[in-house]
């Protein structure tokens, strides 16, 4: 029997939640260091920070997944697509041990009609297999079964790639043109 809804993957970092902010944040409050948001673009994710390992070691932190701030426009968005679209949360929640457990109370605080069978928490995203995959990681859209689409993040800035959104209006947009 064929599908009669597209599916869609949604990444977590820099997609829907605010890692860039948190990043900013944590760093000023642990280190007494402001790192100026324009400061990240088109850099690698911590280049631009003083000493980009206690950047990544703020990863490895209990709350920094936990305390995001949600991408602006993300949760109405999703909740609209959510009608139209099989969606999943797609996150490589696996290297860093603690956001296993902070992104999933985190979705359901944020995004609480998304439900477990919707979640797909992995190491590698290869595995997935989706109609539209939406991600700021040229590494998971190299390998995107379906038709990728780059969420602009700061790192991304000086990637091409050949669909790109920089807001879930836009994100909105492609994905119901495509539909």
């Known amino acids: 029997m064929p599908k009669s809804r597209k599916s869609i993957a949604i990444d977590m970092d820099h997609v829907i939640a605010d890692i860039e902010y948190q ?75 603690l956001s296993l457990h902070e992104k999933y109370e985190w979705l359901k605080e944020h995004f609480p009609f998304i439900g477990w069978k919707n979640i797909i928490f992995c190491g590698d995203k290869s595995v997935v297999d989706t109609d539209f995959m939406v991600d700021d990681h040229l590494k998971n859209l190299n390998y995107c079964k379906g038709r990728g689409i780059m969420y602009t993040a700061s790192h991304n800035m000086a990637i091409d790639y050949d669909v790109r959104v920089n807001d879930w209006s836009e994100a909105l947009q492609y994905l119901y043109s495509n539909h």
């Open 23 to 97: 990043m900013i944040d944590w760093y000023h409050k642990k280190h007494g260091v402001l790192v100026e948001r324009e400061a990240l673009k088109g850099l690698p994710e911590g280049a631009a920070f003083p000493e980009r390992e206690k950047v990544r070691q703020l990863l490895y932190e209990p709350g920094f997944f936990r305390e995001a701030r949600v991408i602006p426009g993300a949760q109405e968005a999703v909740v609209k697509l959510w009608n139209d679209f099989d969606i999943y949360i797609v996150s490589a929640a696996m290297e860093f041990p």
